[in-house]
């Protein structure tokens, strides 16, 4: 399993835009085929240049998956987001492999 993580810094001025944008974006994202899931957070960090920062994760069954994302559908589904707020918000993207996932353990009475 493929994590691609997206942080965002946004300024606040078009944060509540922006969080509204999300709202229709990540659905978008989904859409391609190639994400299972998606989770937005916020990043819990007061940033020294100012703006709200989150991440976006979207999980990928496969490195095949994520490859065609990029391949397929990334350019087209960054630019509409650069196009409204290129000057207001700063993006870096991550890939992460899940290694192994640890679930508690319950007890049964």
């Known amino acids: ?31 391609t085929g190639r994400f299972t899931s998606a989770k937005m957070t916020q990043v819990l960090v007061e940033e020294e240049m100012g703006g709200v920062t989150y991440s976006i994760q979207y999980t990928a069954k496969t490195r ?16 509409d987001g650069m196009k409204r707020f290129a000057d207001k918000m700063v993006a870096f993207r991550t890939e992460l492999k899940v290694v192994e996932e640890f679930f508690p353990i319950v007890a049964s009475n």
């Open 64 to 79: 095949e998956d994520l490859d065609n994302y990029y391949k397929h559908d990334a350019e087209k589904l960054r630019s």
């Open 1 to 31: 399993m493929y994590i691609y993580n997206v942080t965002i810094n946004i300024d606040e001025t078009v944060e509540k835009e922006w969080l509204t944008w999300m709202q229709s974006h990540i659905p978008e994202v989904l859409a």
